[in-house]
């Protein structure tokens, strides 16, 4: 199957701070999303970015299907931000995702 | 807002146990999933469905079973509880390519 390898595995911020989240993958894909789990569990969809950029506020994704990783920009980071990031990818058809391990995301006031 | 709704935040059962989990949708999604969370290992997938009565095994389907009667609703079923069954237990829907929506999760104990 597909792997998929997230980095770092943990980061830790200042509040205001700028940071990048990397997910490389082994295969190609049609079907790449990042996630967002917070401190009581909830997984949050933040994009669903087979290919190119998006930008959502202080979010944004890009991802380069041709050389096989998708970046995250978290921009002015905020305590809220804290918790476990995801990368998913899928080929193929049904949407079946493989999940990266996540990156552990503090940010402190 | 698409909404997932599984039907117990927390549940505890007895080893030798069938357990039922429910997982409900209100968006008219084809697909649905049921996802185990334990650390260390990450979310692995169990199930899914791409429409109704239809169904396929993901990665770890050992242990369980699933229904899908209606669109809406996915069921996961373990057959006879065991303490390795202990987890936190996700479900998703989605379109047939789109976003994944979860539901708050059930964490499952068994004793």
């Known amino acids: 199957g597909i792997q998929v390898e997230q980095s770092p595995p943990d980061l830790i911020l200042q509040e205001g701070a700028n940071s990048t989240l990397r997910c490389n993958f082994s295969d190609s894909v049609n079907n790449l999303q990042w996630f967002h789990q917070n401190p009581w569990g909830q997984l949050i969809n933040l994009f669903y970015?087979?290919?190119g950029t998006k930008q959502n506020g202080r979010l944004s994704a890009t991802t380069v299907a041709t050389e096989r990783y998708s970046l995250l920009y978290i921009s002015s980071s905020q305590t809220t931000d804290s918790g476990v990031y995801f990368c998913a990818v899928g080929r193929g058809a049904n949407s079946k995702l493989t999940f990266g391990k996540g990156i552990t995301l503090s940010v402190r006031p | 807002d698409v909404k997932v709704t599984q039907s117990s935040r927390y549940l505890v059962k007895r080893t030798g146990e069938k357990v039922f989990l429910e997982c409900v949708q209100d968006m008219d999604h084809e697909n649905m999933f049921w996802y185990r969370q334990d650390p260390g290992l990450g979310l692995r997938l169990i199930y899914f469905s791409y429409d109704v009565k239809m169904k396929e095994k993901g990665d770890i389907p050992e242990g369980y079973s699933v229904s899908r009667e209606k669109k809406e609703r996915f069921s996961l079923i373990l057959e006879s509880a065991s303490t390795n069954q202990t987890s936190m237990y996700l479900c998703a829907s989605s379109l047939i390519f789109g976003g994944y929506t979860f539901g708050s999760g059930t964490r499952l104990t068994v004793v």
């Open positions: 970015i087979p290919s």
